[in-house]
């Protein structure tokens, strides 16, 4: 694999950084800001609208850019939106800057998605992606566990001037290693490209993205609380069981990409499965320390293998729009599966059953993005056979 493309990794290891760390420390901005839990969790629902929003219009309005500089602007912003989240007074300050630093997510990935795919050969574009994507669970079992454990001890504030810093860094990796690239993307016509976006594989591709992450969310957006109130860990022991959450991250990443080189329908099928039935045995080991520890990497695991399977179907089934506007309206749909998942747990947690139902509330999203790969399927094989027999 080229150098360049892990310079796109350090570029998702700082996003990764941000949109993650708040998990591990909702209790200490609820306690400092003067919120319930459930407000502090919208904080990842607004960060994903961030991303839901942000992708498409930012990737259609830097679309005559050269992607170096799209990727390096980005950066800028997402520097900008974490120094915000630093300074924020109070609780709506910080909502607004976590949706400044939400709107270079998607567009990133997306264009990123593009140019990783362009760095290999055609076999190894599955694999490509997920190595950039290992930014993120890199993110996940080495900054997010630190970044925890520095807000614990130093304020949730220092955590975001970290990322920060991160930011600067990312940037800087980016501007030496990605090769310059002069000559601008073909123009797109993007009404073009919009409409190819609601052909409706593609749009069943997107909504089983959006459903899947939606479970991983519900119960990891609320993880501290959870590990501390539920299952009865001390606040100290958060960092190293996200620790645990950030080793399945990246297993599952790895594995999710070779399983998608090898067979992506297989693959989708046997991830959204996998995350399934990890979340329903989630729940009946709660009590329990040690199996508890052991489920937060699987789930982490399952969760992540779906990413390059879900990425690479959204782009083979969106065929003829511009490739860096569908990867970035995938990732637009991995965070509105956040927000989703974020809210539906607050409201299972203020209305409904409570921190213990968390992880049979969630596993009902992967089981019906299951239900509605297998509509897909067949309204696909029912429109090639169609096709044979008009032919």
Same mark, same amino acid.
């Given at each position: ?8 990794? +350090? ?5 990764? +950084? ?33 991303? +839901? ?17 799209? *990727? ?26 976590? @949706? ?18 362009? *760095?290999? $050969?055609?076999?190894?574009? %599955?694999?490509?992606? %997920?190595?950039?994507?290992?930014? &993120? ?14 807000? /614990? ?10 990322? %920060? ?5 990312? @940037?800087?990796?980016? !501007? ?11 123009? /797109? ?14 749009? $069943? ?23 501390? /109130? ?23 990443? &790895? ?8 067979? @992506? ?36 695991? !399952? ?15 969106? /065929? ?37 139902? &968390?992880? &049979? ?10 239900? *509605?790969?297998?509509? %897909? ?15």
């Amino acid at each position: 694999m080229p150098l360049a493309l892990y310079a796109l990794t +350090v570029g998702a290891f700082g996003i990764g +950084v941000t949109e993650f760390v708040i998990m591990g420390l909702l209790i200490d901005v609820s306690g400092d800001l003067g919120v319930s839990i459930a407000a502090a969790g919208m904080l990842i629902s607004g960060y994903a609208l961030g991303v +839901v929003f942000g992708a498409p219009i930012l990737t259609v309005l830097s679309s005559r850019w050269p992607r170096k500089t799209v *990727l390096i602007a980005l950066m800028v912003i997402f520097t900008i939106g974490n120094i915000a989240c630093a300074l924020a007074p109070n609780y709506e300050t910080l909502m607004a800057a976590r @949706l400044l630093a939400a709107l270079s997510h998607g567009t990133f990935f997306g264009v990123g998605s593009v140019v990783a795919t362009g *760095l290999v $050969a055609p076999e190894r574009r %599955a694999s490509a992606i %997920a190595i950039m994507f290992t930014g &993120l669970t890199v993110a996940n079992i080495a900054g997010v566990p630190f970044g925890t454990w520095l807000g /614990q001890e130093y304020g949730w504030r220092t955590t975001f001037w970290a990322v %920060a810093v991160v930011g600067v860094a990312a @940037l800087a990796v980016l !501007a030496i290693f990605l090769p310059r690239d002069d000559s601008k993307p073909e123009p /797109q016509d993007w009404r073009s490209d919009l409409a190819t976006m609601a052909r409706p594989q593609v749009l $069943a591709g997107l909504a089983i993205t959006v459903l899947g992450y939606a479970g991983v969310f519900t119960v990891f957006t609320y993880i501290a609380p959870v590990l501390t /109130q539920v299952t009865g860990f001390s606040d100290a022991a958060v960092s190293p069981i996200l620790l645990v959450f950030g080793v399945g991250l990246i297993i599952g990443n &790895l594995v999710g990409g070779r399983l998608a080189d090898r067979n @992506l329908d297989r693959s989708i099928l046997l991830t959204l499965a996998a995350l399934s039935l990890s979340l329903l045995v989630m729940a009946f080991v709660l009590p329990e320390k040690g199996l508890m520890v052991a489920m937060v990497g699987l789930v982490g695991a !399952a969760g992540f293998a779906t990413v390059a399977p879900l990425q690479m179907r959204v782009l083979e089934k969106a /065929q003829g729009a511009g490739q860096a506007l569908a990867s970035s309206f995938n990732i637009a749909a991995f965070n509105l599966g956040n927000a989703i998942g974020a809210w539906g747990g607050g409201l299972a947690i203020d209305h409904g059953p409570g921190l213990s139902a &968390l992880p &049979l509330v969630a596993a009902a999203f992967p089981i019906a993005a299951l239900l *509605l790969f297998f509509a %897909a399927q067949r309204y696909e094989h029912r429109g090639q056979s169609r096709e044979r027999i008009a032919a």
